[in-house]
């Protein structure tokens, strides 16, 4: 299989140093997690990895929710879950790479909902990313009783996946 070149940017907003994420790792979740769904054309994403207060501004901003969230996506394209042709882009797939979306993540949300939850940073981080570039992906669990079980249903199999990849 050809190794597709996806470009991943991360950066970190305003986050102290006690609440860094490691971005190796939320760059290998967004590869593996675009590996498993088959997405075959070079891609990019763009990670910020942000503050309690950063991401409420945002969320406030777009969804006129005022409060922090732990993620949020922001796809560029609509996708039928695991349907990724890349004929249907004109101009962009001219570009030779396909701009998929942004993810923001709070990193105080994070560490708090890894202690509530009982496992690592990293296992809530990793999580965290792979639901945010399904979303990017057109994956959904807001309407439909299906979507959210279909969502569910592959945030667990790209988990387990990420597990014996040692990603997680």
């Known amino acids: 299989m050809k190794k ?23 760059k290998g979740c967004i590869r593996e997690t675009l590996r498993f769904e088959s997405v075959n054309f070079p891609c990019e994403i763009s990670i910020v990895i942000s503050n309690n207060k950063f991401i409420q501004k945002i969320n406030k901003e ?10 949020l996506s922001f796809p560029f394209h609509e996708f039928t879950p695991g349907n990724y042709e890349i004929e249907s882009f004109n101009e962009e797939a ?8 942004d993810i923001i993540i709070s990193a105080e949300k994070v560490h708090s909902q890894a202690d509530e939850h009982g496992h690592s940073s990293f296992r809530e981080a990793a999580y965290l990313v792979v639901h945010s570039v399904l979303h990017l992906l057109g994956y ?5 009783a299906e979507n959210k079980k ?5 945030e667990k199999e790209i988990m387990e996946y990420l597990g014996r990849k040692d990603v997680i």
């Open 62 to 71: 777009f969804r006129n929710i005022d409060k922090a969230t732990d993620v």
């Open 150 to 154: 279909l969502m569910r249903s592959r």
């Open 4 to 26: 597709i070149n996806h470009k991943i940017y991360a950066r970190h907003e305003g986050v102290g140093r006690e609440h860094m994420l490691p971005v190796p790792l939320l």
């Open 94 to 101: 001219e570009q030779k790479i396909i701009p998929l979306g």
């Open 140 to 144: 959904d669990h807001v309407d439909e």
